[in-house]
């Protein structure tokens, strides 16, 4: 036998030296989807009963289990009663990180079926907690056996994803000193990586101790009393080299664990901007959307931010779950920008945390430069041994003009002179990092470098997804349209911060780069032909001639000229583009094509989100409440009224609910951000915290919703109250339809003008 690894106490050996008895897993003998829980950095993908089976064979639940910092602490979590899968009565997961299951027997040996209930309550804090109540309704005493099944294979989350490793560690045991009886109080799963770093799941009983062991699976032996019952739970903690994973202070039992996540999220609930219809459907998705946005904030260390603050922390919101419940660039600064009418604190700790990671040196294995921000950060054993560059990865073009663009964004909101003035110095090198790379060509262009990162660094980042009119994948490097509009917004808006702050060389400088881009842009990106922007340029400068979804999201940001903008509105409603859902990532006549394809023919619910802004922008409003309704839709026909990731691109047939995307992601933090920003898109909140002001621009609702509130929301040092009413006129056959506000209460002294 190998030598033993020893632990601060623990003494462990590997698995696969000892014969450790195996218990047989069962499959429900009903279907069941899978329900999602998240607590900050911990999340956990069960089936509706709250299995994750050991036995099944569906791919599509390849991802089930217990997840912190991309590692699977729980690939098995199996309850039987006498051997069976109960059956599953009812559930319900709305509160996101607590789960309610109940169940009852199936015939078991002396027992009817339908006698025996068991209340099921699963809980994210910290660890994973679990309660069983078992009654007996029998009108005799009964017994059973009763068990729960844990195993963990430790799994990377890349490797759940596909990514072949040429080896990985080992499944440990725990092992008792000699001389000692084997513990019924507790059970451990254990793996050490290639990096030596020890992972365990700890799991830790209560209320009853199991009778007996056998392997990964605890057994009770359940005698009861008619109408009599019982209670059996645990506490499943995840640890790395015996220190906590989880950045969550896990407390001991499962009611201290659900009254502290109540107890946060209430208060996180006072805080934000409260926003209600008189549309039930649509407030629904609203509430969903508060509910999902919560449960997507993510903690992140700022040491090196703060250093007079070393145990600072800042809440982002992470991409979405199961595949990207971690730090992303992109997703999480158009997130931020998303609901900066919900809760503004969520665009400063995004920035500060972002900052901290903005690139230091040139590195191409994780594509890193000075000044760049970043695209992605894991944490698991891949990231650890240098498998993946993603410690972090800077893989992303866009990344660093839209923080600079939420960086202006934010302050126009809070007036936050701190923040603003602590991140210039960021701001100017992501300046310059800009600059660096458009010295060439005069746009910024993207080219991959590291032979572990994306072919693609824009948000259609799959690797067929820019092709030209023929089908054809375009060669690098590649300039797209939409980062040349993020650019050039983020000049025109640092340009603004540059006079706040008296730089007015900078500012000028940076006002005549905005407009020498503008002129460029309408030469190289214009086509003729079509009356639309080419998606992008290829390596040679070329036109990548597709119609596609990207020119929508250049609307809002000033770079296009009047009339070629409103060529570009007009193109997207065209049934090729618009499927009565959403606008498609492309055009339905192109060869490549594919509703079901990720980014060449589905809908993404934030891009359609993003368009609407800038159909707003040149007017077409109209045209931007169809959309928006058809992205409200689709969220109705959704599971819990959830906006999922991304949906196929099929057109809307009357009576047919949306296509859903097989393995998109939910939630999803730019999906759900979506709701809110069509709410803002709606009403045209315009603010100028610095000064003091709110525009409301021509506010329109559209037909599904009459009334909408904004309660709470916060602009600089003011807190307001809105009311927005939709009213109809008719004049012979034509209906006309106005939408008024008026301010309901204001706790502060801003200045609000509304212009219709």
């Known amino acids: 036998m190998s030598n033993p690894i020893e632990l601060e106490g623990k003494v462990f050996v590997p698995a696969g030296e000892l014969d450790i008895p195996a218990w047989g897993c069962v499959l429900s003998d009903r279907n069941q989807t899978t329900l999602t829980l998240k607590d900050d950095d911990l999340f956990l993908i069960t089936d509706t009963l709250g299995n994750i089976s050991g036995c099944s064979q569906d791919e599509t639940i390849a991802s089930l289990g217990l997840f912190c910092r991309d590692t699977r602490f729980l690939s098995r979590l199996e309850l039987q009663i006498a051997g069976c899968s109960p059956i599953l009565l009812t559930c319900n997961a709305d509160k996101g990180f607590a789960l309610s299951a109940l169940c009852t027997n199936p015939t078991i040996p002396n027992i009817d079926a339908e006698t025996i209930s068991i209340q099921r309550e699963l809980v994210l804090n910290g660890s994973l907690f679990e309660e069983l109540t078992i009654y007996n309704y029998n009108t005799t005493s009964v017994s059973f056996e009763i068990s729960l099944s844990f195993e963990a294979d430790f799994s990377d989350l890349f490797e759940i994803r596909g990514f072949h490793r040429k080896q990985r560690g080992g499944l440990l045991r725990r092992v008792q000193p000699d001389g000692q009886d084997r513990m019924t109080n507790e059970l451990t799963l254990a793996y050490q990586g290639l990096d030596g770093a020890i992972l365990e799941s700890h799991i830790q009983f209560a209320h009853r101790l199991p009778n007996y062991l056998k392997g990964y699976t605890a057994i009770w032996q359940i005698e009861l009393e008619s109408h009599a019952s019982c209670q059996i739970g645990y506490r499943l903690q995840m640890l790395m080299n015996n220190r906590p994973v989880s950045r969550v202070n896990s407390p001991m039992a499962l009611f201290q664990a659900k009254a502290a996540e109540i107890m946060e999220e209430d208060e996180w609930r006072s805080q934000i901007t409260q926003i209600r219809t008189d549309n039930p459907e649509i407030d629904r998705a609203i509430e969903r959307a508060e509910q999902d946005i919560y449960l997507l904030r993510?903690?992140?260390?700022?040491?090196?931010?703060?250093?007079?603050?070393?145990?600072?922390?800042?809440?982002?919101?992470?991409?979405?779950?199961?595949?990207?419940?971690?730090?992303?660039?992109?997703?999480?600064?158009?997130?931020?920008?998303?609901?900066?009418?919900?809760?503004?604190?969520?665009?400063?700790?995004?920035?500060?945390?972002?900052?901290?990671?903005?690139?230091?040196?040139?590195?191409?294995?994780?594509?890193?430069?000075?000044?760049?921000?970043?695209?992605?950060?894991?944490?698991?054993e891949m990231a650890r041994c240098q498998e993946i560059p993603h410690t972090p990865y800077y893989g992303t073009v866009d990344a660093t003009p839209l923080w600079l663009m939420l960086y202006a964004e934010y302050y126009a909101w809070t007036h936050d002179t701190k923040t603003l003035d602590l991140l210039w110095g960021n701001a100017l090198a992501a300046m310059a990092w800009i600059d660096r790379l458009s010295?060439?060509?005069?746009?910024?262009?993207?080219?991959?470098?590291?032979?572990?990162?994306?072919?693609?660094?824009?948000?259609?980042?799959?690797?067929?997804?820019?092709?030209?009119?023929?089908?054809?994948?375009?060669t690098g490097p590649i300039t797209l349209c939409e980062v040349q509009a993020y650019v050039y917004a983020a000049k025109i808006r640092m340009s603004e911060l540059a006079k706040i702050r008296q730089e007015t060389e900078l500012a000028t400088r940076w006002q005549q780069e905005a407009q020498s881009l503008r002129q460029r842009f309408d030469r190289d990106f214009w086509m003729t032909d079509l009356d639309f922007l080419a998606l992008a340029l290829d390596g040679a400068g070329r036109q990548v001639n597709s119609i596609s979804s990207n020119p929508g999201q250049c609307l809002h940001h000033g770079l296009l000229y009047p009339e070629k903008a409103r060529s570009v509105a007009e193109r997207l409603r065209a049934p090729d583009m618009f499927s009565g859902w959403g606008i498609r990532t492309l055009s339905s006549q192109s060869p490549a094509y594919n509703p079901i394809g990720y980014h060449t023919g589905s809908v993404w619910p934030h891009d359609n989100s993003l368009i609407t802004m800038g159909l707003r922008s040149v007017g077409a409003v109209e045209q931007a409440l169809e959309v928006a309704q058809g992205i409200l839709d689709m969220t109705i026909h959704q599971p819990y009224h959830r906006p999922p990731e991304l949906f196929c691109g099929y057109g809307r047939v009357v009576g047919q609910s949306p296509i859903q995307y097989p393995v998109a992601c939910s939630p999803q933090a730019w999906a759900t951000g979506t709701i809110f920003q069509l709410m803002q898109m709606m009403v045209n909140l315009v603010p100028d915290a610095p000064s003091n002001y709110l525009r409301i621009l021509d506010p329109a609702l559209p037909a599904s919703i009459n009334q909408l509130s904004f309660k709470n929301l916060r602009v600089g040092a003011t807190s307001i109250d809105l009311g927005f009413t939709r009213e109809q006129d008719a004049e012979g056959d034509l209906v006309r339809a106005t939408t008024s506000c008026r301010v309901l209460k204001k706790r502060g002294n801003l200045r609000v003008t509304i212009e219709a």
């Open 298 to 380: 993510q903690s992140f260390d700022l040491a090196s931010s703060t250093p007079n603050h070393p145990g600072a922390k800042a809440t982002v919101l992470s991409a979405g779950v199961p595949w990207f419940c971690t730090l992303f660039g992109r997703d999480a600064i158009i997130a931020a920008s998303q609901v900066l009418i919900l809760d503004p604190t969520i665009a400063r700790e995004t920035l500060m945390v972002l900052a901290q990671y903005q690139g230091k040196v040139d590195d191409d294995w994780r594509e890193e430069q000075p000044g760049k921000i970043l695209h992605e950060l894991r944490m698991g």
């Open 439 to 474: 010295a060439d060509t005069g746009y910024l262009t993207y080219f991959r470098t590291s032979a572990r990162g994306l072919v693609n660094q824009g948000w259609k980042d799959s690797g067929n997804c820019i092709v030209d009119r023929q089908g054809k994948i375009a």
